[in-house]
C-alpha cells in the first residue's frame, strides 16, 4: 500500500544541471522575445549566439514549414540533394569552394569529428589547445576545454596539451621541441566562454606556420564566432590564414540543432570514416540553407560589422567600462567587480538578455540582423543602469 501511495507520489524531475531565472519565453519576432505575462525583452544574447536571422524569421519559418510538408528525415544511406545545395553554398559564402562538408548536430560532435579527422589522417595523438578554450562538452570536445570542473575522470587525458592563447612564442617553442607528434591546434578565432578575447593575427598565423612545417592540422573552432558574425564568415579570416578544418554550429541553423565541418582539399575521406543518425537530415538542410539565403538577401555580415561596430564605438565611450572586446556583433564588456550587478539589472528592470563570462564580462551576441534601433535602446539602457 505504501509503496503504491509513494509510486504514485513520484513524478520524473528534469535533471537539475542549469540554474534558471524564472521566465518563460513564449514568443519571438526579431530580436524581440515575449514571456507567458506578455512581458517584451530585447534579445542581445541570442540563446548564446544561435539565432542568427532573428526569431520566427518569415523565410526561415517558410521554408522549415514546406520542407516538413515534405519530408523531414531520412539518414546518410540515400541522396540528399539539400545537402548539397548546402555545401555550395556555404562554400560560396564563406570563400573555400574548394573544401568538402560534413554534417552533424553540434557543435562538440564537429569538434570531434575535427580531432578523429585530423588523427586520422597524420596517424598522431596530440591535440594542441590555449588556456580559456571552451571547446564542448563531448570526450575530446571537454578534453580540449581548460575548464577541469567539467573534464570527467574518463575525459583525462595526456593527449591534450594546454599553451597559453596568444603566446607566438611559447606555440614556436613546444613546436619545436614536440612538432613531430601534434596531429591538431583548435583554436577559437575570438574565445567566447574565455570571455571574449580576440586571437590575434601574428599568432594564428603562427598556428598556420607551426602546422605547415611539421604536418599538423590546423582546426578554426567557428562554432560561436563563425557564421558571420564579425562581419567576416569566419572570424580566422580576419588574420589572412586558412584552417585546415572549420567547425561551425551555433548560428547555421537559427535554432535548428545541425552542425559541420568544413574540410580542406588536403583531407580525403574514405567510407564509414565519420558518420551520424541525424546530421545532415532534410529538415536540418532546410534550416541551414534558409540562414543562408537570408543572410545574402539581406547582407547580414556586413550588418553585423555595421551595428557592431557602432555599439563598439559607443560602448568605449563609457567610462565605467574597463574594456570593449570582440569583432562585430560578438562584443564583450568588461565591468568592474562592483557593477557585478549590472547584467542582472539588465534583465530584471530592463527587459534585456545579455550572456555573461567569468569574472564580469558581459557578452553580446546578438542576431545578425539587430537593427541600430535596437542597438540604441541597449546603449540607453546600458548607460542609465551605470548612471543611476
Ligand atoms: C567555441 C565553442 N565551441 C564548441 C561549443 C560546443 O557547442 P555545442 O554546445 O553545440 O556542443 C561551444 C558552445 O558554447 C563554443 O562556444
Redesign the pocket.
Known amino acids: 500500500m505504501g509503496l503504491k501511495a509513494d509510486f504514485l507520489l513520484t513524478i520524473m524531475k528534469l535533471f537539475d544541471v542549469y540554474p534558471l531565472n524564472d521566465i518563460e519565453i513564449v514568443n519571438g519576432q526579431g530580436s524581440l522575445i515575449w514571456d507567458s505575462n506578455g512581458q517584451e525583452y530585447l534579445d542581445m544574447y541570442g540563446g ?1 549566439a544561435v539565432i542568427s536571422i532573428g526569431h520566427t524569421n518569415a523565410h526561415y519559418v517558410q521554408r522549415l514549414t514546406n520542407q516538413l510538408n515534405k519530408i523531414g528525415f531520412y539518414s546518410n544511406f540515400i541522396k540528399i540533394p539539400l545537402q548539397v545545395q548546402l555545401a555550395e553554398k556555404l562554400g560560396k559564402i564563406s570563400g573555400r569552394e574548394d573544401y568538402q562538408l560534413f554534417l552533424c548536430n ?4 564537429a ?1 570531434e569529428n575535427a580531432f578523429k579527422l585530423a588523427s586520422f589522417a597524420n596517424k598522431r595523438k596530440i591535440i594542441v589547445s590555449f588556456t580559456k578554450a ?4 563531448t570526450s575530446l ?1 571537454v578534453s580540449a576545454t581548460d575548464n577541469p570542473k567539467i573534464i570527467a575522470p574518463v575525459n583525462q587525458t595526456p593527449n591534450v596539451v594546454f599553451l597559453p592563447f596568444g603566446d607566438v612564442m611559447a606555440l614556436e617553442n613546444y613546436f619545436a621541441e614536440n612538432g613531430n607528434r601534434v596531429s591538431s591546434v583548435i583554436v ?1 578565432g575570438i574565445q ?2 574565455g570571455g571574449i578575447q580576440v586571437a590575434g593575427d601574428a599568432f594564428l598565423q603562427t598556428i598556420r606556420k607551426m602546422c605547415d612545417a611539421f604536418g599538423a592540422y590546423f582546426i578554426a ?1 567557428s ?2 564566432c563563425g557564421y558571420g558574425r564579425t562581419g567576416k564568415f569566419y572570424a580566422h579570416d580576419y588574420a589572412q590564414v586558412n584552417a585546415d578544418i572549420y567547425t561551425m ?2 548560428g547555421m541553423g537559427n535554432g535548428f540543432p545541425v ?1 559541420g565541418i568544413s574540410i580542406s582539399p588536403k583531407l580525403s575521406p574514405w567510407y564509414g570514416m565519420l558518420g551520424t543518425t541525424f546530421g545532415g537530415n532534410h529538415l536540418a538542410c532546410a534550416a541551414a540553407l534558409a540562414v543562408l539565403e537570408e543572410m545574402e538577401t539581406n547582407n547580414l555580415m556586413q550588418n553585423a560589422l555595421t551595428v557592431g561596430n557602432y555599439l563598439i564605438t559607443e560602448l568605449k565611450k563609457i567610462p565605467q567600462v574597463i574594456e570593449v572586446r570582440g569583432r562585430g556583433l560578438m562584443i564583450g564588456i568588461e565591468l568592474p567587480q562592483e557593477l557585478a550587478h549590472i547584467k542582472a539589472d539588465l534583465l530584471f528592470k530592463e527587459h534585456i538578455f545579455t550572456g555573461e563570462a567569468k569574472p564580469n564580462v558581459i557578452r553580446l551576441l546578438p542576431a545578425l540582423n539587430l537593427s541600430k534601433a535596437h542597438a540604441d535602446r541597449f546603449l540607453t539602457a546600458f548607460s542609465k543602469l551605470l548612471n543611476n
Do not use: L, P
Not at 553540434?106 to 560532435?109: I, M, V
Open positions: 548564446h553540434s557543435g562538440a560532435e569538434n571552451f571547446h564542448g562538452r570536445a577559437e567566447g566562454v573552432d562554432v560561436q554550429a551555433k552542425a
